[in-house]
């Protein structure tokens, strides 16, 4: 069972306009990105197609840089109903655009988000910001632990307009790690590509830290990751399709498995690790 822990279905209309002025000029398949984006079933389709069983898909809230509101989490709770177990949403609470954020953490997860994404480069804060204060980032933690839903973290750069990549920086995790151990916590792009030291440590010094390799081109995983086996055990294959610059999904898959990798390495990443994480 291969599941893609990084895919971007989002409701297209939410995006500002240079956001997705980005994505057009970008992507040359955007009419296969509308298309899949609004229809489930075609998306399960292409699914079928390329051999990939399960795709975690990944929605947050992010009004300032991208426009994205709390309206995609209805929107991906919904676009899930398709087929729920080969689906699974991802959503979020922006600890800065709630107003309730015990209310609001309580229904996402009646609405069966089964991921929660943070990410600091577009959501404009760091990771550990409940240290500064930021109550509402530790509440979401402390709900996420309590309802033994995962989060993923975006590290590493991001070139859409207005995003700021000091907040890109994986360290910041490493209070969120030590301060909620019963979090599982996705290391999404192993901080590609400045800081892979920072994001191979934290997944090594924690043992609820994990590493999703989407959006590191699949080609130059192990020159990033030179030491990717000892901690395949805690690593998931995603491909952050249709991020500007990522192969589609087939081609990301496929490069992969052209890695000279243990067979048991490979079917870690590709199945296991997120069968641990979302069983079956
Ligand atoms: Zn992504």
């Known amino acids: 069972m291969i599941t893609d822990c990084h895919i971007h279905i989002q409701p297209l209309d939410e995006f500002k306009p240079e956001a997705l002025a980005l994505m057009k000029k970008t992507r040359k398949d955007f009419a296969q990105i509308e298309e899949y984006c609004r229809s489930p079933k075609a998306f399960l389709n292409y699914l079928d197609r390329i051999g990939v069983d399960r795709a975690v898909l990944i929605n947050y809230v992010a009004p300032e840089v991208i426009g994205f509101t709390s309206a995609v989490n209805e929107f991906i709770a919904n676009y899930v109903k398709a087929d729920p177990k080969r689906l699974l949403p991802c959503g979020s609470v922006h600890p800065r655009h709630t107003r309730n954020v015990l209310a609001d953490m309580e229904h996402i997860v009646r609405l069966g988000i089964r991921l929660i994404k943070i990410h600091p480069p577009h ?68 901080g590609r590509p400045l800081w892979m030291d920072t994001a191979f440590f934290l997944v090594r010094r924690h043992p609820n830290v994990y590493l999703d390799i989407s959006g590191i081109p699949p080609k130059s995983l192990l020159t990033y990751f030179p030491r990717l086996e000892e901690i395949a055990h805690k690593t998931l294959f995603g491909t952050d399709w249709p991020g500007p610059g990522v192969p589609e999904v087939e081609k990301g898959l496929a490069q992969f498995r052209a890695l000279t990798l243990s067979d048991a390495t490979r079917e870690q990443i590709l199945s296991k690790t997120a069968l641990e994480i979302w069983p079956a």
């Not at 204060?133 to 993923?152: D, F, H, Q, S, T």
């Not at 975006?154 to 209070?175: C, L, Q």
């Open 123 to 190: 959501q404009l804060l760091y990771p550990n910001d409940y240290v500064n204060g930021v109550k509402e980032l530790e509440i979401i933690y402390r709900a996420a632990e309590a309802n033994g839903i995962p989060i993923m973290v975006h590290t590493g750069t991001s070139i859409f307009p207005g995003a700021r990549n000091k907040y890109g920086d994986p360290m910041y995790v490493d209070d969120v790690a030590v301060d909620f151990p019963k979090l599982k916590i996705l290391l999404a792009h192993g």
